[in-house]
Every structure is written in C-alpha cells, then in structure tokens.
C-alpha cells in the first residue's frame, strides 16, 4: 500500500479502500489467492502460480478465516436476538405466513 515519508524521516502506510490495515495485497488480489488456493488444494501451488511466498498465501487465509468468523460471530448474536425481537414484531404468538 501506498507510504508517506513523515516530516521526522520516518514512513507511514496510507490507508486505502481497496485493502486491509496491516495487509500487503489489496482485497482483489486476496480473493484470488483464496480462489487459486481452493482449486489448487494447497498453499505451495497457490504461492507459485501467483509468484508470493507460502508465508504471504498463509497470511491471505489467516485473515480470510479471521473474517469469516467475525461474520459468523455477528449473525450467531443476531440470532439469539431474533426471539427478543420477535416479541415486538409479531405480540400474542402470531407468526408471519411463509410467502405471504
């Protein structure tokens, strides 16, 4: 991502949409490196056909794994609010009619 050079002489990464913080490759790129790494069924073939280290493929699925359990962490508290809610929505246990 693109850096800075500070006034003291030291550089700071620039925070951009199009990539994490921390991360070296835009979110594009991860993608493909997950999309390679599921049809290749392992780290080195990924590495290689993209031309990154096997640590930089193991970094890319750390942080695919990390999202994906903050996302399953949000919808599992969604959930256990969804009979609170319900109460609200739908008073004296009337339920809406699937499809209609």
Not at 3 to 20: D, Q, S
Not at 33 to 45: D, P, S
Not at 54 to 72: H, I, M, N, T, W
Request: include cysteine; charge should be positive; proline fraction near 5%.
């Amino acid at each position: 991502m693109p850096r800075i050079i500070l006034k003291n002489g030291g550089t700071m990464m620039v925070a951009v949409p199009r990539a994490e913080a921390g991360g070296r490759f835009t979110r594009s790129f991860e993608r493909r490196v997950i999309e390679l790494f599921t049809q290749c069924r392992t780290v080195r073939g990924a590495a290689r056909l993209e031309r990154i280290t096997e640590d930089a493929v193991g970094r890319v699925l750390k942080r695919a794994v990390a999202r994906g359990q903050e996302c399953s962490a949000r919808n599992q508290l969604r959930a256990m609010d969804l009979p609170f809610f319900q109460h609200f929505l739908f008073p004296e246990g009337k339920q809406p009619v699937a499809g209609g």
